[in-house]
């Protein structure tokens, strides 16, 4: 019965693989996984209140989900994929090898720079996509996990 506590993980990898909303995948795998836990919904929100207060870096976890909802709603993706197929000589080894060096040199000054689905999901994916299509060859979707 304590696998079941573990569904939360189930949602996140489903909605991640039929490309649901980023933030509507996290919020739902929260909620469940609250309840599934034995906490109500008035626990969770002292929790999160409780958590917040004492680490306010929550704060830029937060806003960081709102903006990125937002930016995916205003057609972050399409503008994404359309930037790099300006790019000729882009191909999406090019573009996720520069986004993984520039993740290596923002680690190194200890900066988070976003994980899947604040960053990579919204503007690398698509931008891979668009260096793929821009030179015209056929593409198979690329699926992001990790």
């Known amino acids: 019965m304590e696998y079941l506590k573990l569904l939360g993980i189930v949602i996140v990898i489903a909605g991640f693989a039929l490309k649901l909303?980023?933030?509507l995948i996290i919020?739902?795998?929260?909620?469940?996984t609250a309840?599934?836990?034995g906490l109500s919904v008035?626990?969770?929100?002292?929790?999160?209140?409780?958590?917040f207060m004492a680490n306010?870096?929550?704060a830029i976890f937060i806003i960081i989900m709102f903006v990125t909802g937002?930016?995916?709603r205003n057609g972050l993706r399409e503008a994404a994929a359309a930037l790099i197929g300006k790019f000729k000589g882009a191909t999406s080894g090019?573009?996720?090898?520069i986004y993984g060096v520039m993740r290596a040199v923002?680690?190194?000054f200890n900066v988070g720079f976003g994980g899947v689905a604040g960053f990579v999901r919204p503007v690398i994916m698509p931008m891979a996509e668009g260096a793929v299509t821009a030179t015209g060859k056929k593409y198979m979707k690329i699926i992001w996990m990790s």
């Open 56 to 58: 306010r870096s929550m």
């Open 21 to 23: 909303d980023s933030i």
């Open 70 to 72: 937002t930016l995916e």
């Open 94 to 97: 090019i573009v996720i090898g």
């Open 106 to 108: 923002f680690a190194a």
């Open 42 to 51: 008035v626990e969770l929100l002292e929790t999160l209140g409780s958590n």
């Open 27 to 32: 919020v739902a795998a929260a909620l469940v």
């Open 35 to 37: 309840l599934v836990g």
